[in-house]
Every structure is written in C-alpha cells, then in structure tokens.
C-alpha cells in the first residue's frame, strides 16, 4: 500500500520548484517509464499485479505493487497507467554541449507542454543529442511535458542555461539558424549540418535579443509561394519540416 | 444579455449529434472568429465591448455585445476569449472532390483534437484544399478541434465519408499514398503530386482495409538510418513532413 508520503510526493512533483529542489521528476506508464529506466535512476516504481520490469535495466531501490485503485488515486493522468514511477534529474551540463560536426536545437521559451514534447521526439528521430533551452522554456520534467515526450526523454539531453550567453559563443563556432517570415526558403537553401537551429515561443517567437544572434535565417514557404495565408504553422510543425530537411541534405 | 436558450445553444454544441442535427459548430476568440466569418455563414455572435468586425465580412444577423463576465460563463475555453460565434456546416459533399493535379489528405480515425487541427494547419500552409476522413476521424467541429485548427478551416474543406469507398475509388484515378515502416525512403522517392496521402489513428495507424487501397507506401527514415529508436512520429508531425517534401519536389 502506498505510504502517506509517497501520496503526497507524486503529488508534490507537479511542482517545478520541489522537482528541481529534490532533484526528481515523474513519469507514468509502461512506454514512457520503461523507457526512462533505461537512461535514468529511478528511485521509486509503483505498479499494478501484471507489470513486468523490461530486460536489461537496473532494479529500482524501491519498487511496489500497488491495485489499480490505489495508482488511480496518485495518478496526475485522466487514463491512469499500469505503472508510475520516480526518477532523478540528471545535473544540468549547459555548457558542456559539443557543436561542431553536428546539430543541436535551442529553444527560446517555448510553453505548451505538448508542443515541447513534441520537439523532443522530433530531435530522438532525427538523432539530434542535444536540446537547449532559454530558462523562460517549459519544464521538460513537468509531468505533462514527460509523457508528451512518449519516453524519448531517454535519449535525447534538454538543458536549461541563459540562452543569448550560450548563442553568442555558438555563433563564433558554427551556423546559428531561426526561421523568420524574411527567411531564405529552407528547400533553396543549402544548410551547414554544423548548427544550432532556434525555435521560439508559440505567439512572440524569438525574443530580440536571442534573434540578434542567429546568423542565418530560414523560412518554411507556404505553397503556392504567393498564396496569402494569415496561418503560421505550430512551432512543432515548424521543427519537424526544418529538423527534416537538415537530415534530407545530410542524409 | 445572453438569454437562456443561447446559453443553452453554446452548451449544447460540444456534443456531435446536436452538431449535425443542427448543422451548427461554435469557435471563440477573435483569431479563430474572424478567419471563419470569410467562409462560414454566421448565425450568431456574442462579443465584448471593443471587439470589432473584421473589415469584408458580412454582418451576422444576430450579434449581441456582452460583457466579459457573461463571455466567460458559456465559454469552453479555459481562458475565455472577447468573442464566440456560432456558425453553419456546410453540407458535407464528399463525393465531389476532385483529385487529380492537386495533392489530396486522408485520415483514418485520428482521435485526438489537437492532432486533426494541426493537419487542417498543415493542409492550409501547404496549400492542400480538401482533407477527406473515415466516419471514425475526429469530428472537426469539435471546439476543440475548430479552436485547433487556428482559423484555418475557413480555407480547408473537411469531409466525412466512408473512407474505403473514396479510396477505392481514387486510387483508379490517382497515386494512394501511405506511411509504413517498410516504405521507401521519402527523400529518396519521386513524389507524384496527383496523388492522396492517407494518415492513420495515433495508435493503430491506418485499417487493413484502408491499407490495402494504398497503392504507394513511404517511410520517414529516422537519422542516422540505422539508428534505432522505439519511437515514432505523432501524426501531426509525420503529416507536416509528408506534406512538406510533396511541396519542396514540386515547389
């Protein structure tokens, strides 16, 4: 049976303050959990009879099994899973990402939850390590964000560092791409593959000052070209067509 | 002041069946609103002081100014907008699209909101007119779903039919393509623009059935190609990717 404590710890880790002060992040499922374990140490795991540990991952320190009932009433989840489970935060490197020879994605204050779980599976298919990410960014641990990354939280490192300090000195070593509505059209343009590709926030984009910094600019032209459209696209959109059209030049 | 039946009306519109009964879809805020008013008949519209009409559309015969609390109250967003109006369906004409020399989309039982409206996003950056589902797609009248789709129906024509019918039909006509993981490489494929392009449900991908009325199979290949990952694209992503090298090939 679960303690009081526990009860009151998943319920605690909605809070970004307490999951960064303990170091700790939830997530629910046997996708995204199984996943996790792969990568992360987990420190606790609550599951129902029938769950099985997937082959080839640590035990964790501390593992239950708990009814359906009683995961139903700690689960943050609408549908809860057949299992929940506690991992550490791994320490925040930001400024230990390597640029050269590859691409890397910076995010400048992206919000919705989903939209940023969307990034991070984007970058795991298309094999891109590192994601860095303005302070004002979404908390990729907040749980929502945690299951929108369907587990590929796993595989791919987000950070989160003071995001014109790490542009600047990227810009001195590789290319620094945002897409602008004066951008080259990205299916003309040949691409540098050594890059840091930034994506802004859902309504205001990128902020000036990060915009100061890019040094080439990209646009995704809508078809026909001169067709007027009073649309834009949703930044995860926007990142799957750029992030797929570096990998289709670099392929 | 909204009177009760129009409280009632608003109320009443979440639920699909009242929908096509009543052949009537609700949309709030001014970004969604306006954008629909060019291409919807309005029935009615509710709006804050200071909200004004959009210049060219025609005025709605019933249009009411509220005050904010009154907005808030029937409104099914959680930040409630300074405008909801309530607008006609168009008659569903699923057997008149016409295919050929233009890229079509078809979905197979997309369930969620979110996702349906970024294809209608997607659908009208790139230009694509009519989108084409199974009954079991998502209602795109959904609030939800029009607050998803950002405006963007207004110049997307969404249909509902039975999808095999469609394809079988199509795919005398036209190209039939579907996402697999054994498809070709789509970088490496000449793309025939005259052509359908069938996306399927988050879980399940397409039908059997469906499957089987495709006639040309593409596969978005993760990065570097040999790489493995347990993951996959989400919908909205493989669509926005599919659709996007359709239009850079014949940009």
């Known amino acids: 049976m679960l303690s009081k404590n526990k009860i009151k710890l998943v ?3 909605s809070n970004k303050k307490f999951r960064y002060e303990n170091s700790l992040f939830l997530a629910e ?10 990568s992360f140490e987990c420190v606790f795991l609550a599951h129902t009879e029938g769950y099985e540990l997937p082959d080839g991952v640590r035990k964790p320190k501390d593992i239950e099994t708990v009814t359906s009932q009683e995961l139903k009433q700690v689960s943050l989840l609408e549908t809860p899973q057949n299992v929940l489970a ?19 994605i910076a995010i400048d204050g992206v919000q919705d939850a989903g939209n940023m779980g969307t990034i991070v599976r984007i970058a795991d298919w298309f094999g891109v390590e590192d994601i ?3 302070f004002g960014t979404v908390d990729v641990y907040n ?8 587990g590929a939280l796993a595989r791919v490192n987000v950070r989160y560092t003071d995001l014109a300090e790490f542009l600047k000195s990227a810009s001195e070593k590789v290319s620094v791409y945002t897409t602008t509505l004066d951008g080259s059209n990205i299916y ?17 984009g990128i902020s000036r000052e990060v915009r100061s910094l890019c040094n080439r600019s990209l646009i995704i032209p809508s078809f026909p070209k001169e067709r007027v459209t009073s649309e834009s696209l949703n930044v995860g959109v926007a990142a799957a067509i750029v992030i797929g059209e570096f990998r289709r030049q670099f392929k």
Chains 1, 2 share one sequence.
Do not use: W, Y
């Open 132 to 134: 860095v990410c303005s």
């Open 143 to 150: 749980p929502k964000c945690v299951q929108a990354t369907m």
């Open 11 to 13: 319920g605690q880790l």
């Open 188 to 204: 003309e343009s040949k691409l540098d593959n050594n890059a840091v590709v930034v994506f802004g926030n859902e309504g205001n």
């Open 29 to 38: 499922g046997h996708k995204c959990v199984n996943e996790l374990l792969k």
């Open 86 to 104: 506690i991992f550490r935060i791994k320490p925040n490197a930001g400024n230990g990402v390597k640029l050269e020879g590859k691409l890397t």
